[in-house]
C-alpha cells in the first residue's frame, strides 16, 4: 500500500467519526488560554522595558553594548575580507 492509499483508507474509515463533546469548548478555552499567555508575556516585557528604559544608566548601558557589538560584528566582517 502506498501513502496515498493509506490515506484514502484512513479518511473513509474517519468520515463518520464525529468529535467528542465539548470538543469545541476545549479548542475555543486552550485559543484563550495562549492568547493570554501571550498578553502576559507581552506586559512583562514592556515592563522590563519600561524599567531599563527609567534610568539613565541602563540606558548608558545598553547602548554601549549595542555599540560594542557592532563593533565586534565590524571587526569580524573586516576579517573575513582582509
Same mark, same amino acid.
Given at each position: 500500500?502506498?501513502?496515498?492509499?493509506?490515506?484514502?483508507?484512513?479518511?473513509? *474509515?474517519?468520515?463518520?467519526?464525529?468529535? $467528542?463533546?465539548?470538543? $469545541?469548548?476545549? &479548542?475555543?478555552?486552550?485559543?484563550?488560554?495562549?492568547? +493570554?499567555? *501571550?498578553?502576559? *508575556?507581552?506586559? !512583562?516585557?514592556?515592563?522590563?522595558?519600561?524599567?531599563?528604559? %527609567? $534610568? +539613565?544608566?541602563?540606558?548608558?548601558?545598553?547602548?554601549?553594548?549595542?555599540?560594542?557589538?557592532? !563593533? %565586534?560584528?565590524?571587526?569580524? %566582517? !573586516?576579517?573575513? &575580507? !582582509?
Amino acid at each position: 500500500m502506498n501513502n496515498r492509499e493509506m490515506y484514502e483508507t484512513w479518511k473513509e *474509515r474517519q468520515r463518520g467519526t464525529q468529535p $467528542s463533546t465539548g470538543f $469545541s469548548g476545549r &479548542v475555543m478555552a486552550a485559543v484563550r488560554q495562549a492568547e +493570554s499567555d *501571550r498578553h502576559r *508575556r507581552t506586559r !512583562l516585557l514592556l515592563g522590563y522595558f519600561e524599567r531599563i528604559t %527609567a $534610568s +539613565s544608566w541602563a540606558k548608558a548601558g545598553l547602548v554601549t553594548c549595542g555599540a560594542l557589538i557592532g !563593533l %565586534a560584528r565590524l571587526a569580524l %566582517a !573586516l576579517e573575513m &575580507v !582582509l
